[in-house]
């Protein structure tokens, strides 16, 4: 079970200034991947630079310097979905709750810059699917989220990318969830409603 993570570490909106880590982020990811045998797509140092410069990025850095976590952002069908990728936590700092306080914030920053988007991440970790619950993501089939074949052609360098070719990419290893700013609008209207409903709270 995760803490909340240390004082001495900073959640924080990545920028260009964070480019020196990518290259660590990048080989910490693949070499996650392999440790863990399952599927993960690779990011390149190039890759995250982008985000990092664009300002869709969320990375943690110890007061001294190191880095501790990473996840961003990418758009798809011309800005309907939203993913939530790349989520790493370096080995040293692992299980301090910083996978749960970069969710956070990565899920805030999407908010913030596609308000009208459905976002989306694809895992296969109950850890975060259980993280994901807590923000309001709903388990979904690979239908719902987005059909962008630059997305699914991002899997080619997973270990399990066979088996989603061989399931037209609408099922694989992973879980889907979704986030729908629309239902959770709708949710949120129907509790408003019921909760007036009970007698006492009028």
């Not at 700092?93 to 306080?101: C, D, E, H, P, V």
Request: charged residues 20%.
């Amino acid at each position: 079970m995760e803490t909340e993570p240390s004082p001495a570490i900073e959640i924080r909106r990545a920028t260009a200034a964070d480019a020196h880590f990518a290259r660590q982020i990048s080989m910490e990811t693949a070499s996650s991947a392999i440790i863990r045998g399952t599927g993960i797509s690779r990011r390149t140092p190039e890759t995250i630079i982008d985000k990092m410069e664009e300002g869709k990025a969320v990375i943690a850095v110890t007061i001294d310097g190191k880095w501790a976590g990473f996840s961003y952002i990418e758009s798809w069908s011309n800005g309907k979905f939203v993913s939530n990728s790349g989520l790493i936590v370096a080995p040293a700092f692992r299980k301090a709750g910083i996978a749960k306080a970069i969710k956070q914030e990565i899920f805030e920053l999407s908010r913030e810059l596609y308000p009208e988007a459905k976002i989306f991440s694809i895992m296969t970790g109950l850890a975060i699917m259980r993280i994901n619950m807590a923000l309001g993501f709903e388990p979904v089939t690979f239908d719902e989220i987005t059909r962008d074949k630059s997305f699914w052609s991002g899997c080619s360098s997973c270990v399990n990318y066979a088996i989603l070719q061989s399931k037209g990419c609408r099922n694989c290893l992973c879980t889907a969830m979704l986030f729908d700013p629309e239902r959770q609008t709708a949710i949120a209207a129907e509790q408003k409603h019921y909760h007036f409903l009970i007698p006492g709270n009028v």
